[in-house]
């Protein structure tokens, strides 16, 4: 629904997104750092917080966070350091936070979003290196329990210039933010596990006025969420200031059920943080040919791999897309395509029917990744092959792509077995189109009084004699030739 408002404020939107590290250990000790252990079981002094411990510096988080670094077009810095955030929640058992605040590791990257009108470049403008706090679980009756497994896990916070003028522009970021780093291996970007979250800032102005005071919505976690959260917010800004009163500068919940915003507190200010330069770990240095042999080592990006699948494989735009979105599923093309006959028809298949039937076995909204999908890639390649060459009709191939979600077969042997090929000998669907007309005499009769759309039906009860098998250009075209000489009969 359009309200009055819609067009009269502009929406001014950053995002500030936390990416989970994929390290084998935490930031700062040795803990193992994996997500869905027993609680408070990937746990030690040091990310617990106890006094007397020191941290020490996980080397391969500062890599992964460096590669983030160079994927999304940032200088990252030879130099940088940690710093203390200073706050209370029940969650953080140190009571601070060990952050990048003065001196970050990447600054002034962008990344490229397409939008309607082409692409759009979306400023970065900065990444630090942070550590995450434990989680409050509020899965039991009366209490509140806390897990403390994710204290010390390494993140980056990646913030955006206020770039943002619509929510599908930040669901868009957030889709490239995630094909990019799960494409560089920095991260698996599970937004339903909790890797990959944001927080969206936004204000709202008078086209060309200065931006307006702006709240922040706290750990969303779905793209729809976001886009969601974005409008809500968008609309609750805008009666307030139709109403003659002001935005407040405030942090706020999106509550999923309701699909409103909700003020918790006034927004903190830097000041609130006490910041200080984290006195228990040095500098952190890069030298020049270490960034360089990092930045070396990036794999092909996705917008990279999307021009190749196009030229490559000869696939669209779109199809090449869609299938570079996600790491997993570009990989799981890719060796598919070494054993297709038809790479396009391969890519028809994939993102057409294979996603049909996935969508149908999976709950709403699962996030899927690379064991979404439980057909072998030279499988899918196989059944692939069957159809571009003409050897099973669609509706064969539907059924048995059903089966290779379930069972362990092989497409060719399967049909074989089964009697699945396609049936394109004349002799047999002209049989099955004589037949056809036989038995249903209602239809046939209507067609000789003139009710020429019953061939279809027709049609279909020869398609139906033949198992569904037979060739439906052949079979049409003899279940036509039956009726016609049938109708020269009677004349
Ligand atoms: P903090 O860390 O206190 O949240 P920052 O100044 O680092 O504040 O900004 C955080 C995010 O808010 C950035 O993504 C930035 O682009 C965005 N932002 C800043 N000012 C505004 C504004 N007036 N309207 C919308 N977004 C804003
Ligand atoms: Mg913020
Ligand atoms: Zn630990």
């Known amino acids: 629904m359009t309200k009055p408002s819609e067009n009269r404020y502009e929406m001014v939107v950053g995002l500030e997104t936390h990416v989970e590290l994929k390290t084998r250990t935490k930031a700062f000790c040795g803990c193992e750092n994996r997500y869905g252990a027993p609680p408070n079981t990937l746990v030690c002094p040091v990310c617990l917080g106890l006094p007397g411990t020191l941290p020490v510096l996980n080397r391969r988080a500062m890599e992964l966070a460096a590669l983030a670094g160079f994927a999304l077009n940032c200088r990252v810095n ?51 290196v942070e550590e995450d706090a434990g989680k409050l679980l509020h899965d039991r009756p009366g209490v509140t329990a806390i897990d403390l497994n994710r204290c010390g896990v390494p993140l980056i916070e990646i913030v955006t210039e206020p770039d943002f003028r619509a929510p599908e522009e930040a669901s868009a970021y957030l889709k490239k933010l995630r094909a990019i780093l799960s494409a560089a291996g920095v ?10 979250r944001c927080d969206v800032n936004l204000s709202l102005r008078r086209p ?10 706290k750990n969303l976690n779905s ?45 903190e200010s830097t000041g609130d943080y006490r910041y200080f330069p984290e006195p228990d770990l040095p500098p952190v240095a890069f030298p020049a040919e270490e960034l360089e042999r990092l930045r070396a080592s990036l794999p092909m990006l996705p917008d990279e791999k999307c021009a190749l699948f196009q030229q490559k ?9 869609l299938l570079t979105e996600e790491a997993w599923l570009a990989a799981y093309y890719e060796q598919a395509a070494v054993h297709a006959r038809s790479c396009t028809a391969l890519a028809n298949l994939l993102l057409g029917e294979v996603f049909a039937q ?17 057909i072998p890639p030279d499988r899918l390649a196989a059944l692939s092959n069957l159809l571009s060459e003409g050897r099973v009709n669609s509706s064969t191939g539907k059924k048995i792509l ?13 049909a074989r077995e089964h009697g699945l090929f396609l049936l394109t000998d004349e002799s047999v669907l002209r049989q099955a ?3 056809a007309l036989q038995e249903n005499p209602a239809l046939t009769e209507g067609y000789l009084r003139g009710k020429l759309t019953v061939e279809k039906a027709l049609m279909g009860k020869a398609m139906a004699l033949t198992g569904g098998r037979a060739d439906p250009e052949v079979l049409s075209r003899l279940v036509h030739e039956a009726l016609t000489a049938l109708a020269a009969f009677q004349k």
């Not at 140190?94 to 952050?99: F, H, L, P, R, V």
């Not at 494989?313 to 897309?321: F, V």
């Not at 996935?358 to 439980?374: A, C, K, M, Q, V």
């Not at 059903?402 to 399967?414: C, K, M, Q, R, T």
């Open 187 to 196: 991260s698996d970007c599970r937004m339903n596990e909790g890797s990959l």
């Open 208 to 217: 060309g006025q200065p931006m307006g005071i702006r709240t922040e919505m």
């Open 313 to 321: 494989y000869g696939l669209s735009r779109k199809a090449a897309e």
């Open 78 to 128: 030879p130099a940088s350091s940690f710093d203390r955030k200073n706050f209370f929640y029940p969650d953080l058992p140190k009571a601070y936070q060990i952050t990048q605040f003065f001196h970050p590791l990447c600054e002034a990257g962008f990344v490229e979003i397409p939008v309607k009108e082409g692409v759009k470049r979306i400023g970065i403008t900065r990444i630090h």
């Open 433 to 435: 189109a004589a037949q």
């Open 402 to 414: 059903a089966v290779l979600f379930d069972e362990d077969v092989e497409p060719e042997a399967y």
């Open 223 to 267: 793209f729809q969420s976001v886009e969601r959260a974005i409008r809500a917010e968008y609309a609750r800004q805008a009666a307030i200031l139709d109403a003659g009163g002001a935005v407040l500068q405030e942090t706020l919940r999106f509550d999923q059920r309701t699909g409103k915003t909700i003020v918790m507190r006034r927004k």
């Open 358 to 374: 996935l969508t149908l076995r999976e709950p709403p909204g699962t996030e899927r990744n690379e064991t979404s999908l439980p």
